[in-house]
């Protein structure tokens, strides 16, 4: 609620509002919007928050969270993780795939 317009001195001399209101600027100011999407992004990687946390190549329930619905690897700035836990992850994501565990590739049916 910022329209400042409203209180222009009235009946004074008369000048005030030449051109009637004044637009109040482009736009209505606040933030900017863009929300982030969809995505929970975390803000440090869930192995270094969670020490207890181990990175398994025979934990597919794990790794699963770390690939997409077709089985490709979900990369760093989505997942969240940092750089080492990540490369653990991939490594055990493609050990995971040898024993077929986890999908190389997810076809449609
Ligand atoms: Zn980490």
Redo the contacts with the bound molecule.
């Keep these: 609620m910022s329209m400042d317009f409203d209180d222009a001195p009235r009946g004074g001399k008369g000048k005030a509002g030449d051109r009637g209101d004044k637009k109040s600027g482009p736009g209505g100011a606040g933030g900017s919007g863009m929300r982030k999407r969809g995505f929970t992004r975390r803000k440090?990687?869930?192995?270094?928050?969670d020490k207890t946390l181990t990175i398994d190549y025979k934990d597919s329930q794990l790794l699963k969270y770390f690939i997409t619905d077709r089985g490709k690897i979900i990369p760093r700035r989505i997942s969240g993780?940092?750089?080492?836990?990540?490369r653990k992850v991939a490594l055990s994501i493609r050990r995971s795939r040898m024993i077929a565990l986890m999908p190389y590739t997810v076809t449609g049916q």
Excluded: S
């Design positions: 440090v990687c869930r192995f270094c928050a993780n940092c750089a080492k836990h990540q």
